[in-house]
């Protein structure tokens, strides 16, 4: 399995390739980030991350594409545009018909560091080790995108099982149970 992962931002957009499965030793494919000039009108921005996420897409042909989930900050402008940069994310991924995976922050630290409240330095520090790396990725956007791929990588397993489930059960017609006395 091959997955991109994405730490949306506007300034910095970190991009991730990790291949592998889960139980088995992870490979690092590149990491980097896309950077946009903050002085810069928001949608010449956009236009930006969409190129270099179309780049990263095609130079790196992943099979999923894993994105950090916006979740609510103090800062309304900085959740803005965390959240227009995972948007143009999933809109690159959808126009291939990549399917796309939504992680939670802690989701993402839980699985790479065993603790959903770990900093910024643990998950640089875990990265590098699951990926046998010689020094953690930077700036931290880098590290936190790769973070996003293992997770996904660790976690599809389980959550294809359970959408097969759901799916299973959607499609099963619920058997209609008449009262005595009424037939």
Same mark, same amino acid.
């Given at each position: ?6 730490? $949306?931002?506007?300034? +910095? &957009?970190?991009?991730?390739? %990790?291949?592998? %499965? ?10 980097? *980030?896309?950077?946009? $000039?903050? !002085?810069?009108? %928001? ?14 897409? !095609? ?7 894993? *994105?950090?989930? *916006? ?5 309304? +402008?900085?959740? #803005?545009?965390?959240?227009? /940069?995972?948007?143009?994310? #999933?809109? &690159? ?5 990549? $399917? ?12 790479? =560091? ?11 520090? #875990? ?9 953690? $990725?930077?700036?931290? !956007?880098?590290?936190? /995108?790769?973070?996003?791929?293992? &997770? ?15 799916? /299973? ?7 209609? +149970?008449?009262?005595?006395? =009424?037939?």
């Amino acid at each position: 399995m091959r997955v991109l992962g994405v730490d $949306p931002g506007l300034t +910095r &957009c970190g991009v991730g390739v %990790v291949e592998g %499965v889960a139980g088995r030793p992870l490979r690092m494919v590149g990491v980097g *980030v896309v950077r946009t $000039p903050a !002085d810069a009108d %928001v949608a010449d921005r956009l236009v930006l991350i969409e190129r270099g996420i179309e780049q990263w897409l !095609d130079e790196h042909r992943p099979e999923y594409v894993a *994105v950090e989930r *916006v979740f609510s900050q103090h800062n309304v +402008r900085t959740v #803005m545009g965390t959240a227009q /940069a995972s948007a143009v994310a #999933m809109l &690159c991924a959808a126009r291939r018909g990549l $399917p796309v995976a939504l992680h939670t922050p802690s989701e993402v630290k839980a699985a790479v =560091t065993g603790s959903g409240r770990a900093d910024k330095a643990q998950v640089g520090a #875990m990265v590098t080790r699951l990926l046998r790396l010689d020094a953690p $990725p930077k700036p931290a !956007d880098a590290a936190d /995108a790769l973070a996003l791929a293992i &997770c996904h990588i660790w976690r599809a397993p389980a959550t294809n099982r359970l959408q097969e489930l759901a799916a /299973a059960h959607r499609r099963t017609p619920t058997p209609v +149970r008449i009262p005595k006395g =009424t037939r």
